[in-house]
Structure formats: structure tokens, C-alpha cells
């Protein structure tokens, strides 16, 4: 006869199992996290995304480009290699996604802390940017990992649905929060594409008077995205039609890799010339990107380029279109998303968007370049494409790198020796605008004026704005060509008519030449001129001044 068990000898032994059990478990995390994640792609857009530093915020940024370029060239080299080895893209497209959303949910995270006080955000004006200094690049993040959240909670099983539902549903809160409307824009459009069977479902179940009070209500939303903040629509609206009269003027092959920063602001001053009772005069504002990366492309390459772009771009949609793969529809949402902030922003300028970019292009075309009869023959030409391009991109950051090193040290340098080094960059660095600026700036505070001057004139052929003419102005008065300065200081005014520091220094010559006549006419304008912030100490201490200069030189 067999001998029982003792029922608490049993059930410590079952014990036992579960925690042997549960330790197996918790070893094997890790290992379903790397089976999950793509760990090359989250090294990789890690770094794109949160190098960054408040002390040294230009030393950060420009790190944070070359991390990019070097991630951009290792994602070309991994793409030639995975048709050399025939990968499994369905595979490897599931586990970079997925790496890409887990970014985004560390992004968002921090991001929801600063709102919540925990800490503090990167600008001061907001309560929340995540790693970033605005958070309109935030949102920019969230709202390319917003589809794939969408995608995964649509085609995961029951067990990890709530999950990704619950992360999804944040990002969409986070993304509000950011009160980007281009974000909220493309996280609906999103949503729309991804889960549209679903949507398609719930709206045949509907009545027509629920269908008309939902398009009513989708309306309404659009327009409260309009008015939320309706200055900024109206001051892009300006922006547009400024731009539009640049492609007018050389509609063929446009301005140059450059144009807009030499030609935009000029236009600018010329278009509120033309119009000086403007209402949108309070609007206008010293630009670096037209809000439209269509209108920026038409504005370098001409009508040519847009046109071979937005060729690019059908063909890339008709490729996903025709793809039968399960990812089908994240993909359209992520084009739709980049689509949206390419009209509204200025995507391309942000490192981890052209990460994005060329991940989403290379799993795109995959499929057909793995299939071709010469894969293996394009795929090493592609990459020795790019070899020439990377080593020259390299050296052009290198050797900024050393310009932004000696622009830290400035101070602390003897003026013989910065200028040394700065003459030495020059050869190498002529060709950049922010560096030319920079050495002027850095010429005129040390008070060679004539040195600085001829600069600066170099400086406009690459990079013209407000900033520019007030620093060739002031440098104009102080060799004495007051005529000069003068017509410097009108055509900054002119080039962002809102302002008060050109208005003041152009009042300012005039006392000097002891001409009260146009110094008062001056202070005139000044007192008159409607004032975009309330707030600016400057702006009042000016007003104040103009007021008294008139008080004493009325009879």
C-alpha cells in the first residue's frame, strides 16, 4: 500500500515549483526583450534622439547629427547586407518598429514627469519638450510611434492587446498635451488609416443623424485646431505667399542649397515695402525654414525638383499600396504622418526624422530590390554611393566642431590668437553661413570693424537676415558712414517691422548727428508702433525714452 504524502510536504514542494518557475521566467526577460527589440536600431535612434545638453546645447546638436549620419550610413550597410544574406524582412520590419516605439515611450515618459513637475523642461515657455527645446519636435517623435502603437494593438493577440493599447492611448495623451495641432492632425489621420475596418464596422451600425452629429463634430475639431492658435496659421499663410513669390522668380531650378537663407528675409522686407499697413505686420518674425519642406524644396531646386520629389513620393505609395504584407497600413500612416509635418514644419531639420525617413524607405523597397535579378549588384552600388558622402559630411563636422571649441573659448583666449584660429577655419568654413555670421559677430565685438564688415558682406550671399543687417548697421555707424547705418537700420525694420531696436539705433544716430528734426520724426514711429509683446521691458524702456526725447524737443 502506497504511503501519503503529508498534504504540507505537497503543497511546499508545489511552492517550490512555482518559484523555480517564476525565476526561469523572470532570467528569460532579457532574452524575449532582445528576441523582441532590434538592439542595433535602438542603439542607433537612441542616440539620435536624446544626445542632448542644456550647458553646451550647440556642441550637443552637432553630435547629435554626426551619431546620425554614422547611424544613417550603418543602416545602409545593414539594408546591402541583409539582401546579401536573404533576412527575413517581416521579421526584422516587426522588431526595428518595435525598438522605434520603445524610444518613444522613453521620450514620452520623461516627457509626462516634466509635465507633472517631476522635471524640469528644456524650455520655459512650456511645460513640457521630453529631451527636446520645443514641443513641436516632440510631437514630431510621438506622432511617428503613434501608428505603430496603433498597428500592434489592431494585430496583437488578447495576452499583449491591452498592453500596447494602454501605451498607445498615452502617446495620444502626451501628444495633445504637446498642443501641436500638426501632432494631433496626423495622430487622427493615423488612427483613421489603421483601424478603418473597425471604424468602417462601427459606422454601419450607426444612424444617419449619429453619422451627420460626427462629421459635424470632426469639423468643429479642425476648425478649434485652426483657431487654437490662429496668429501662427496666418503668420505661416504670409510665409507661404512670400515663399510662392521666390518660385515665381526662378521657377525652373530655383535659388540653390542656400537660397532661402539669403533671399527669404530680403523678400520679406521687400513684400512689407510694398505693404506698410500690413495686418501682418505683428506676425512677421526672422525666419530660417518656410514651415513647408515642399515649398523649401521648390525654393532650392525649382519646379524640376519638386516635381522629381513628389514622383518619388507616388512611387513610394504605390509601393506600399501594392505590398501584401501585414504592415501595410502602419506604413501608410507613417507616410501620412511625414506627409502632414513636411506641410506644416520643418521635419528634416530634426536627426531622428531622417533616421525615420530612411528606415521607412529602405523596408518599403526591400521586397523589390531583394527580388531583383541584379540585387546583389545595386546593393554594393548603393553602398559605395555612400561612401563619398559620409567621409566629406565627417570632415565638414569635424572642422566645426573645432569652430564651435574656439567659439566657447573665446573669452578666454587673447584676441591675436582667436582671430589665428578663426582666419585658419575661415578656409575651410567660407562656405557657412552661421560660421561667417559668427566670425563677423566675433570681429566687431573686438572691435575691428572694417574686417568685420567685409564678412558679414560675404556672409549675406549664404545667410541674410535681420540679425545680419543690424550688426553691418552698427558696424557702419562706427566707421562713420551714418548714412549708411541708417539705411541698414531701415531695411532690418523692414525685414521684421515689429521690432523696436532699429527704430531705437537709427534714433539714436540721428541725436548723435544732432538732427532733432528726424530724431523726433523717429520717435514718432516709436510711440505709434503697435507692440507684439506687452511684457518686453526693452521695448517699454525704448517707448519711454522716444517719448521723452519728443517731451524735450517739442516747442
Not at 518599403?364 to 554594393?380: E, G, Q, R
Not at 564651435?404 to 557657412?432: C, H, N
Request: charged share 15%; hydrophobic share 45%; glycine share 4%.
Amino acid at each position: 500500500m502506497p504511503v501519503r504524502q503529508p498534504r504540507k510536504a505537497k503543497y511546499a514542494r508545489h511552492h517550490l515549483l512555482i518559484r523555480h518557475q517564476t525565476r526561469q521566467e523572470s532570467m528569460n526577460v532579457p532574452k524575449r526583450l532582445i528576441k523582441t527589440l532590434h538592439i542595433p536600431t535602438f542603439i542607433l535612434w537612441s542616440g539620435s534622439v536624446f544626445i542632448s545638453s542644456t550647458s553646451h546645447p550647440e556642441m550637443a546638436e552637432l553630435w547629435c547629427r554626426i551619431w546620425t549620419y554614422i547611424s544613417l550610413f550603418t543602416l545602409c550597410v545593414y539594408f546591402c547586407s541583409s539582401i546579401f544574406k536573404e533576412r527575413n524582412w517581416n521579421t526584422e520590419t516587426a522588431r526595428i518598429f518595435k525598438s522605434f516605439f520603445c524610444i518613444g515611450i522613453l521620450e514620452m515618459a520623461y516627457a509626462l514627469l516634466q509635465f507633472l513637475g517631476v522635471f524640469p523642461s528644456a524650455n520655459r515657455h512650456f511645460l513640457l519638450t521630453g529631451t527636446f527645446d520645443n514641443p513641436a519636435v516632440l510631437a514630431m517623435l510621438i506622432s511617428l510611434c503613434f501608428p505603430i502603437g496603433c498597428h500592434f494593438t489592431v494585430n496583437s493577440t488578447a495576452r499583449h492587446k491591452l498592453i500596447w493599447k494602454g501605451l498607445t492611448v498615452s502617446m495620444g495623451v502626451c501628444l495633445i498635451l504637446t498642443g501641436s495641432r500638426t501632432g494631433i492632425l496626423s495622430g487622427i489621420c493615423s488612427f483613421a488609416l489603421i483601424c478603418r475596418p473597425a471604424i468602417k464596422q462601427h459606422l454601419q451600425k450607426l444612424s444617419r443623424t449619429n453619422i451627420v452629429i460626427l462629421l459635424f463634430t470632426t469639423l468643429l475639431l479642425l476648425t478649434g485646431l485652426y483657431f487654437h492658435k490662429q496668429d501662427s496659421v496666418n503668420g505661416r499663410i504670409l510665409i507661404w505667399r512670400i515663399a510662392m513669390e521666390m518660385i515665381a522668380d526662378r521657377p525652373m531650378w530655383g535659388w540653390g542649397r542656400e537660397g532661402f537663407d539669403a533671399f527669404y528675409m530680403p523678400y520679406q522686407a521687400d513684400y512689407f515695402l510694398h505693404h506698410p499697413a500690413s495686418q501682418h505686420i505683428l506676425l512677421a518674425d526672422n525666419l530660417t525654414n518656410p514651415f513647408n519642406e515642399f515649398l523649401l524644396f521648390a525654393i532650392r531646386y525649382g519646379l524640376i525638383g519638386l516635381a522629381a520629389l513628389l514622383l518619388s513620393l507616388v512611387f513610394l505609395l504605390r509601393s506600399i499600396l501594392k505590398q501584401k504584407s501585414d504592415f501595410r497600413g502602419m506604413l501608410i500612416g507613417i507616410f501620412t504622418t511625414l506627409f502632414l509635418w513636411s506641410m506644416f514644419s520643418y521635419p528634416f531639420r530634426i536627426p531622428f526624422v531622417w533616421l525615420t525617413t530612411v528606415s521607412f524607405i529602405s523596408i518599403i523597397l526591400f521586397p523589390n530590390l531583394s527580388s531583383h535579378k541584379y540585387a546583389k549588384p545595386l546593393s554594393t552600388f548603393i553602398l559605395l554611393c555612400c561612401f563619398p558622402p559620409i567621409i566629406h559630411i565627417l570632415h565638414f563636422h569635424y572642422n566645426k566642431i573645432e569652430w564651435i571649441k574656439v567659439q566657447e573659448r573665446s573669452s578666454d583666449v587673447e584676441t591675436t590668437d582667436l582671430f589665428t584660429q578663426y582666419a585658419l577655419l575661415y578656409e575651410r568654413l567660407k562656405g557657412d553661413g552661421d560660421f561667417l555670421y559668427n566670425y563677423g559677430a566675433e570681429l566687431h565685438y573686438a572691435g575691428q570693424y572694417k574686417k568685420s564688415l567685409d564678412i558679414l558682406k560675404e556672409c549675406t550671399t549664404l545667410y541674410n537676415d535681420y540679425n545680419v543687417q543690424m550688426l553691418m548697421a552698427d558696424n557702419y555707424q562706427q566707421l562713420g558712414f551714418t548714412d549708411k547705418a541708417i539705411l541698414r537700420y531701415k531695411y532690418a525694420n523692414l525685414m521684421v517691422p515689429n521690432r523696436f531696436l532699429p527704430l531705437y539705433y537709427e534714433m539714436q544716430v540721428h541725436i548723435k548727428e544732432r538732427d532733432s528734426i528726424q530724431a523726433c520724426k523717429v520717435a514718432r514711429t516709436i510711440i505709434n508702433k503697435p507692440v507684439k509683446n506687452q511684457k518686453s521691458r526693452t521695448v517699454k524702456k525704448i517707448i519711454s525714452e522716444a517719448e521723452k526725447y519728443l517731451h524735450d524737443h517739442t516747442f
